[in-house]
């Protein structure tokens, strides 16, 4: 795009939403186009919509002059999602789109704009005794509902709700030519957004389509009583296999609410750092949450008592939460989750659930790894049946990697989660040794910045793991593992049956005609 031209379309666009929402310095630029792992192009200008109609505006403004639109909520997603793919692109910041439109306890549902948080919608939820079944990441003080329902998102309240998108009734979507785009019972003439099922599935073509089919203005969630009592469990397990094994038995009962299991690294390294200030505030949240004082002072006994003792012996372990309305029933629940693991592992003191169910919104302090290195996780969701095999043919490619690691200053882990009662998501992460970007600088407080070691540039330790990251998704792809937060990283189109993929770009043309949507987004 010319000088001029490019002045003229700054111009419209500081008319349409106001000179100070239209961000053209090149540190504001490079900052809100990068993620925590990548870089591709500087936009010509961030802007930030206040309201739809604003959004709608900028859509118009972008496809008069050919200019890519690229959403982009909280940033914290690692897979080149919200990169521009060219230059000649606008970055649509929805931070400022952060109005909770409506709570609609008698129809039970929630209307939120992109940019509320997961924490932001839960607080005020929790005011009116009110939760959505899948609530958030656990980046849910960054995440926004907006970028997580356009990438499919899991953790709090998956294993029993499934994933973000199975939670969304209907969505408004602001399209390429500036037209908005309703679905669900939102759809018809008198419409009210209740419910999702009135014939094809409208909602569910925008869940995790990266922003690439339009940009979400208005997402609404299912709503829930906001269960009154939570209870947790941990167990110890000798390996991989018998901790796999404990986490799939209890999925198949389909009863806790959360789960996750963690590999040596993890436990040893990410969790025992915890600094003595994020110990107390996680005493502190426990006691919080806690019933009543007794119950509370009965809570920091047992965490006082496990101390960081609460691993020890295990290599692998896994943690449940459940959750209920009485005493009763969480106790029930957690009896199942008992009988399913304890076939396969040893029970342990359940500090880490118990503070995870304290603090389930964790500060973004994971984006550098526990000494201050690079930190990048991928991710792929297998059948139950073949959680085996892509972990022996991972455990071979690590062997294959392990001298190359070494030198390159490469370290990785594992972490798992189940999705309902047929998921098994396993989430590989690396560590290397690197400099810091703006992105650490400007996501992390400078004083947890200051307690951490430095590192020297090391383009031979990033290109391992780029490289490791390659290799891991072919073993991906050849157990047919499928992904979320798909962006510009995940091979979408690659491997899929050709009428899938034709009704794919058929779609995107008839809503996208001239590709401005977050190209490259899905791989299209
Ligand atoms: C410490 C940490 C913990 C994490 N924990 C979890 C976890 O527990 N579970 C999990 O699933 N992920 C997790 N993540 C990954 C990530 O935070 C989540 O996937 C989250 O959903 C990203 O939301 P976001 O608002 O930051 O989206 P972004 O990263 O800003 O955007 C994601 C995608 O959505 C698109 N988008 C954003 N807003 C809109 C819109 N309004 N309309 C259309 N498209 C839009 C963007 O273009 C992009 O393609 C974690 C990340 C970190 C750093």
């Known amino acids: 795009m010319v000088v001029n031209e490019t002045a003229a379309v700054l111009e419209k666009l500081s008319a349409a939403i106001g000179l100070e929402y239209v961000l053209t310095d ?20 961030v802007v930030q919509p206040g309201t739809v109609q604003e959004i709608q505006e900028i859509a118009r403004i972008a496809t008069e002059s050919n200019l890519a639109l690229v959403p982009r909520g909280g940033g914290a997603s690692y897979t080149d999602a919200y990169l521009p793919n060219r230059e000649d692109s606008l970055l649509i910041d929805t931070g400022r789109l952060k109005h909770i439109v409506e709570i609609n306890a008698e129809d039970m549902y ?6 509320v948080t997961w924490a932001e919608l839960t607080d005020a939820l929790a005011e009116q005794g009110l939760r959505t079944p899948f609530w958030g990441p656990f980046s849910g003080l960054k995440a926004t509902v907006g970028g997580s329902t356009s990438q499919n998102s899991v953790s709090l309240g998956s294993g029993t709700y499934g994933i973000s998108a199975d939670s969304i009734l209907s969505f408004q979507i602001v399209l390429a030519n500036g037209e908005i785009l309703r679905t669900g019972s939102d759809a018809i003439a008198n419409g009210q957004p209740f419910f999702r099922w009135y014939g094809p599935d409208m909602t ?28 947790a469990c941990s167990f110890g397990f000798e390996t991989f296999d018998t901790m796999a094994a404990g986490m799939i038995a209890a999925a198949r009962e ?12 993890l436990q040893q390294g990410q969790l025992g750092s915890t600094s003595t200030t994020d110990a107390f505030n996680a005493a502190w949240a426990v006691y919080k949450t806690a019933r009543n004082p007794f119950d509370g002072a009965v809570q920091l006994g047992k965490m006082a008592a496990a101390g960081k003792r609460f691993l020890t012996g295990f290599d692998f372990s896994a943690h449940f939460g459940v959750e209920g309305c009485s005493r009763a029933e969480v106790a029930a629940k957690l009896a199942v989750v008992r009988k399913a693991v304890s076939e396969h592992g040893i029970e342990i003191a359940n500090t880490i659930p118990t503070v995870l169910m304290a603090m389930p919104f964790i500060p973004l302090y994971p984006i550098l790894g526990p000494r201050g290195e690079r930190w990048v996780p991928m991710h792929g969701i297998l059948s139950f049946s073949r959680v085996p095999k892509f972990h022996a043919e991972l455990r071979d490619l690590y062997k294959t990697f392990a001298d190359r690691m070494r030198e390159c200053k490469v370290e990785k882990a594992g972490m798992f989660t189940t999705i309902s009662t047929n998921g098994f998501l396993y ?29 020297m540039p ?17 073993i991906f792809s ?15 189109m690659e491997h899929r049956h050709p009428e899938a993929s034709r009704i794919l770009k058929n779609v995107k043309h008839s809503l996208d005609p001239d590709g401005l949507m977050n190209p490259g987004g899905l791989g299209l």
Do not use: C
């Open 26 to 45: 090149e540190s504001d630029r490079e900052f809100y186009a990068m993620d925590v792992y990548n870089f591709r192009h500087l936009p010509v200008a």
């Open 110 to 115: 929630v209307t939120v704009e992109p940019g």
């Open 204 to 231: 569910g073509l925008f869940t995790g389509d990266a922003g690439a089919l339009g940009i979400k203005a208005a997402i609404t969630l299912r709503l829930i009583r906001r269960p009154t009592r939570t209870m």
């Open 254 to 265: 389909g009863v806790a609410s959360n789960n996750f299991g963690l590999d040596p690294k």
């Open 427 to 455: 989430e590989p992460v690396f560590y290397w040794e690197d400099d810091r970007t703006v992105f650490h600088k400007r996501y992390l407080p400078q004083d947890y910045l200051d307690s951490l070691p430095e590192y």
């Open 458 to 474: 090391n383009p031979a330790g990033r290109e391992l793991v780029s490289e490791m990251k390659q290799k891991i998704q072919e």
């Open 478 to 492: 050849s157990v047919g593992a499928v992904h979320l937060q798909v962006g510009k990283s995940y091979p979408y």
